[in-house]
């Protein structure tokens, strides 16, 4: 089994910037993509962003387009989003994913259990 870990959310003023950080450990996986998705109050689950393994190739949503930026580092098992110039209606919680396939879809096969990310005005 695989465990998501995600770190680095908060409270920020309108503007402001955070990084997010997940951290995948448990059974060593092969090559997996890992992503990341948020969950407003009484929405859907939406998708945020994606990297590859090799992190050469990234997907972004068109709100966050040109804000967010998605990386991973060596060993590749950690990830990292960071979110500038945040908006009130980016406030939600933010899930980590990991698996097989690189897609802007829930199919991933691991979810870590979300952090939370409140912007205020």
């Known amino acids: 089994q695989v465990q998501l870990v995600e770190s680095g959310g908060g409270l920020v003023q309108a503007g402001g910037s955070l990084r997010l950080s997940c951290t995948a450990s448990?059974?060593?996986?092969?090559?997996?993509?890992m992503g990341w998705f948020r969950q407003a109050p009484g929405k859907e689950r939406e998708f945020v962003a994606a990297?590859?393994?090799?992190?050469?190739?990234?997907y972004y949503a068109d709100s966050v387009k040109g804000r967010f930026t998605i990386s991973r580092e060596y060993p590749k098992t950690t990830d990292y989003l960071q979110m500038n110039s945040l908006k009130p209606e980016d406030t939600a919680v933010y899930y980590c994913?990991?698996?097989?396939?690189?897609?802007?879809?829930?199919?991933?096969?691991?979810w870590g259990q979300g952090t939370q990310v409140t912007v205020s005005s």
């Open positions: 994913a990991a698996g097989t396939i690189l897609t802007t879809t829930t199919n991933y096969d691991y």
């Open positions: 448990g059974r060593t996986f092969g090559n997996v993509a």
């Open positions: 990297v590859s393994w090799s992190g050469s190739t990234t």
